[in-house]
C-alpha cells in the first residue's frame, strides 16, 4: 500500500510559476513509476507528465511540454512538478499517481493503482 500526499497548488497570476510536491508513505517509493495528471470538473482525467523509477525517463504532455518538469527524489520519497509560463488554461485539480510499470501506457489512468488527493492550480488571467 502507497499513500500519496499531494501539496504545493495555489493562485498565480498567468506566466507565474507554482511547484506541486507529491510525497510518498508506504512501501518502497523507487519501485514506482509516478505520474501527475489533472481533471477539471465534467472532464476526464488527463495525463501532465510521468517519470521513471529512476527519474532516468520522462514522458510529456504536449499541452505542457517546455513549461513543466517532472522530478524525484527517491530520498525523500517524493515526486515534483515545476510549473513555470502557467496559462489559465491550466486552471484545474493536480493529482498525483504511482503505477508499477513503465511504457507508454503511463500516458493513461489505467496502470496506476494509488492515488494522491487533488491539490488546485488557478492561474488567473
Known amino acids: 500500500q502507497v499513500q500519496l500526499v499531494t501539496s504545493g497548488g495555489g493562485l498565480v497570476q498567468a506566466g507565474g510559476s507554482l511547484r506541486l510536491s507529491c510525497a510518498a508513505s508506504g512501501r518502497a517509493f523507487s519501485t514506482y513509476v509516478m505520474g501527475w495528471f489533472r481533471q477539471a470538473p465534467g472532464k476526464e482525467r488527463e495525463f501532465v507528465a510521468a517519470?521513471?523509477?529512476?527519474?532516468?525517463?520522462?514522458f510529456y504532455a504536449d499541452s505542457v511540454k517546455g513549461r513543466f518538469t517532472i522530478s524525484r527524489d527517491n530520498a525523500k520519497n517524493t515526486v515534483y512538478l515545476q510549473m513555470v509560463s502557467l496559462k489559465p488554461e491550466d486552471t484545474t485539480a493536480y493529482y498525483c499517481?504511482?503505477?508499477?510499470?513503465?511504457?507508454?501506457?503511463?500516458?493513461?489512468?489505467?496502470?496506476?493503482?494509488?492515488w494522491g488527493q487533488g491539490t488546485q492550480v488557478t492561474v488567473s488571467s
Open positions: 517519470i521513471s523509477w529512476s527519474g532516468s525517463s520522462t
Open positions: 499517481a504511482a503505477a508499477r510499470i513503465w511504457s507508454h501506457m503511463v500516458l493513461t489512468t489505467t496502470p496506476y493503482e494509488y
